[in-house]
DNA sequence: TATGAATGAGGGTTCATTCAT
DNA sequence: GATGAATGAACCCTCATTCAT
């Protein structure tokens, strides 16, 4: 008896990050992503119940494996200013690093495979950097915006840096990294 | 005096755009666009040589109608600060008024329909905007960094804010507006 | 515009019925049934949401033109006698007629297709033939068993024969449909 | 002493049936049945060659079953009305206390499955019933009708009375079953 | 012998596009 | 120009069967 191999769910995400990156969202059809796994059709459905399952649970580990990344060495007691810095740039490499990830995270919000559920329990996982923001303004360090606004100024920066650079318009060297800090740390300090 | 061709592809145009906004790239189908706009499915095929033709050029009309929207009543001449501030208040005011149409923008770009010389003239359009902020540069009020930074963050910003506002996270109120405006600023500032 | 064609309902009932007959429901493919009925795949979901649909909707047409068939001619207020033949007759002879809506009504029963409130509007078609049972038992002229075993043995003895006729066992002459109104008159007759 | 094979064999024939009656025909998948079982998939496939074969033993294994049944204490030198009645109430109790196999008898008739040499040796099995009925019309006790058709009302009343009998539209009594067999008798009787 | 993961042909259905009216 | 019925390629998914263990 062939031992059920766990490897094959992880080989069917790298594949359909592969395709969705290539093609967009559209270009995910079950029988192309069978030949990129290197597995017939009808074994992607022994791992996943449908491909919406496959989908939300894509979406669903790349959410805990990105939070897992980028509060990576993250102490809540550390002073503020350590634990922004800390974030921001961990936030910016695993980007960065995970292109294929961020086009599929942005595209899984408008397809109709967005689940409710599954987009609540991701939102969970982004609460420390609101707690880090809210503790930032009651230390006077931050500016007394809506905290939504606060983090739509630092995901839509990384956002379109990723986007900029994985479609070759910039090339991230360290000290644009720098310069990307400073102008993130800018627009929210106080 | 009125064109009846040019009435049809705008209904077309309307009715794509609701769809979008609606149910997501994928929600749109022909035969629902062409109940939606208010005709037979064949008569979207008088107008538009094939559905990736009515994306390309819905998103062509849709980027001259956003610039020329951002760049209302934008002197080149006047002062830097004076520029910019009209710039990011249309901007914002725009994209928050048109949703459907950020929606469409955003799905466009990851879609199988993206044809680069369409691409390339939407681009130009931006021009303005990259040309305003080297000036800026020059005039040692911006910082010194790549220009394509600065505008993502600018950009990536405004998309942040407008998806959160549509999703109903966020009232725009004029104090938040400008509590905006001066985050903007403030993160590009030097 | 080509005009929406109600005889393309009837094309594909004629051409499910004759698949039905000849491979059993298992041999009701739609794109089988689409080459018989000369249309294409998709033309058959204008006429029809579903494969379910279709099925349903054959049974009860069937069941409609079946009870029509058998009550041909019939009278409430006629003497029972004249009333059991006439139905006894119709109703073999209507089935010797069509045998491949018998091997589908037949089939119907057993399959996942079956929907219980299509199945309760066929019943009721049938009523008719219990009221007339029940007269008879009234009258003094039909055995005191319960009217459902009394059509146990009639309907019975008709399906049993149909497919013995349509199987070539059995060719039915006017001789041999006289000894089968014989028989059934003798098994409920008091 | 134990036939390891055949307990298996025995085992997938029940779980067949379950099923069969439970779902139809449709409802009889490989895997399901293996799970009904209580075994493996790739098991069934040591006892039979593949889902045809599965059947047609299925069936001819019910056939003498069920043969084996209706003729218990059979004597054809006994009078002809002992046999009858002997035949007529072992054949009604069988199929009772047996629907899940007059169930799948029904539908292999009409399947795909359906093989002509194992029809043709279930239908000897029958013969007695046959020689039975042909000497009754010698004797001048049973009609002179053709015997096909004899056997037609005798075996169409039974499957129709077992069909109401499962569907819950009738509980047989003793005094029900006293009354089927008038019924059945006055219909071939001369 | 027994297992159950893996296979892939083939099923039902959708939808961009065509074409007869 | 306008219609919408008709088309058929291509999609998602199922399930009988195989095969490595």
Redesign the interface.
């Known amino acids: 008896m062939r031992n059920i191999d766990t490897d094959k769910e992880q080989a069917i995400f790298q594949a359909a990050l592969r395709l969705i990156q290539q093609?967009?969202?559209?270009?995910l059809k079950m029988s192309i992503l069978a030949k990129e796994a290197q597995m017939a059709a009808g074994t992607i459905y022994l791992y996943f119940k449908s491909k919406e399952d496959l989908i939300n649970r894509l979406y669903i580990t790349l959410k805990r494996r990105s939070a897992k990344s980028f509060l990576k060495g993250y102490d809540p007691k550390a002073p503020f200013m350590e634990g922004f810095e800390l974030i921001w740039q961990n936030f910016l490499d695993t980007n960065l690093a995970n292109p294929e990830e961020s086009?599929f995270l942005?595209?899984y919000y408008?397809?109709?495979y967005l689940d409710k559920t599954v987009q609540d329990e991701a939102d969970q996982l982004v609460a420390p950097v609101f707690e880090l923001l809210e503790r930032g303004k009651r230390e006077r360090l931050v500016?007394e915006?809506?905290t939504?606004?606060?983090?739509?100024?630092l995901?839509?920066?990384?956002?379109?840096?990723t986007?900029?650079h994985a479609s070759g318009?910039?090339t991230m060297t360290a000290a644009?990294k720098n310069?990307?800090l400073?102008?993130?740390w800018?627009?929210?300090?106080r």
Do not use: N
């Not at 093609?23 to 270009?27: D, V």
């Not at 939504?148 to 100024?153: F, G, I, N, S, Y």
């Not at 800018?186 to 300090?189: A, F, I, N, T, Y």
């Open positions: 093609e967009g969202f559209a270009g086009a942005e595209q408008r397809s109709p500016k915006a809506p939504e606004m606060l983090v739509a100024q995901t839509g920066f990384v956002a379109a840096l986007q900029l318009g910039l644009f310069a990307a400073a102008m993130a800018d627009g929210v300090k």
